[in-house]
């Protein structure tokens, strides 16, 4: 036997024993791996349309406002390869992220939140307070100063998170010279949510919104496969992902969609909701809103598709193309043989709509 031979074979057995030995060392390696990898509990990190919330300019007084559900309306399950799985896709705890951004608005000046989400429980408690005071005390009625009215709202936040969508954008890249490569893959997912704003008195929607948020999802991997020797081969991998937390992805939506529906309750006209209290400071937030505004309507007016037959030029450019004029009424009058087809045929090569 060769010296080579004799080198590769007692390589292997000191291999096969440390892996014995780190089996039989119990849970100890395990454990310290995973606690040189985990991090101590910490507030959660704040995100940039939290951070513009919290830095928004107060109203003149605090908008009371309600809460009774904003749910999960989806209904989609988790997306897995292998088995199918029972766990929600988005978080169903939307309505305890609205009222954090709801309470985040302006450092907490520009709502005053009324719990309604769990309202069962605070009539219970107000009744056991009742009860005990005329137990031990003899009241009859609880004074108000003890127990004061519960507040009412003037206005009715409803919505929920309508829209999950998977993959909605993939792809990837990768390269192998010789055994040695490397490639990228990602994946873009969409959640979408809805917020209106009610008027408790007439019922009338006030204001609503539509918000979305991209959930991206990116994975590296390089491998080695190749032959260093004859009978020697080198074979090797290293890989890396990175999944934004859906939990931040709907938050960030939601913390969105209450900005929105402050500055579009905010914009001055007949069916203006509230105002801020320093017309200087709002007018700058209110006059970024509108340019997000006018990039969103120009994005829409530069897509191209089958749904878009006949568009319309961006109002923010010089040149306007002459949109073709509709046909007259009498035009319209439906006709029949031979007549209505020529006529349909002359309005199609006009470029017209077909008379129905």
Request: with cysteine; hydrophobic share 40%; charged share 20%.
């Amino acid at each position: 036997m060769s010296i080579r031979g004799n080198i590769v074979k007692r390589s292997a057995a000191l291999a096969l024993v440390g892996c014995m030995a780190a089996t039989l060392g119990g849970c100890a390696v395990p454990h310290e791996v995973v606690a040189s990898a985990s991090a101590p509990p910490q507030i959660a990190p704040v995100t940039p349309v939290q951070r513009d919330l919290i830095y928004l300019p107060p109203p003149p007084q605090p908008v009371p406002i309600a809460v009774y559900s904003f749910t999960d309306q989806t209904g989609q399950l988790k997306p897995s390869e292998n088995i199918q799985s029972l766990s929600r896709a988005v978080t169903q705890g939307g309505t305890s992220v609205l009222i954090k951004a709801l309470r985040d608005a302006g450092n907490g000046n520009w709502f005053t939140v009324v719990e309604r989400e769990r309202l069962d429980n605070l009539l219970k408690e107000r009744q056991i307070i009742r009860e005990m005071r005329q137990r031990y005390l003899g009241e009859a009625e609880t004074p108000s100063s003890v127990l004061p009215s519960l507040l009412f709202a003037g206005i009715l936040l409803e919505g929920g998170i309508i829209g999950y969508d998977s993959n909605t954008q993939t792809g990837g890249i990768g390269a192998r010279f010789l055994g040695i490569g490397g490639d990228m893959q990602y994946r873009q997912n969409t959640v979408t949510v809805y917020l209106r704003a009610i008027s408790v008195k007439t019922g009338e929607v006030l204001g609503n919104v539509v918000t979305s948020k991209t959930v991206a999802s990116v994975a590296l991997n390089t491998n080695v496969f190749k032959f260093v020797q004859f009978d020697e081969l080198l074979e090797g991998e290293a890989g890396v992902s990175a999944n934004e937390p859906v939990q931040i992805a709907t938050q960030a939506a939601i913390e969105k969609a209450v900005y929105a529906l402050i500055m579009e309750g905010a914009q001055p006209g007949g069916r203006q909701l509230w105002s801020f209290a320093d017309q200087a400071a709002g007018k700058t937030y209110l006059d970024h809103y509108k340019e997000e505004k006018e990039r969103a309507i120009a994005a829409a007016f530069r897509r191209t598709g089958p749904y878009y037959t006949d568009p319309i030029d961006d109002p923010k450019k010089k040149t306007r193309t002459t949109r073709a004029k509709a046909a007259s009424p009498q035009a319209r009058a439906p006709k029949t043989g031979s007549a209505q087809v020529a006529t349909n045929n002359q309005k199609n090569s006009a470029g017209q709509p077909t008379a129905r």
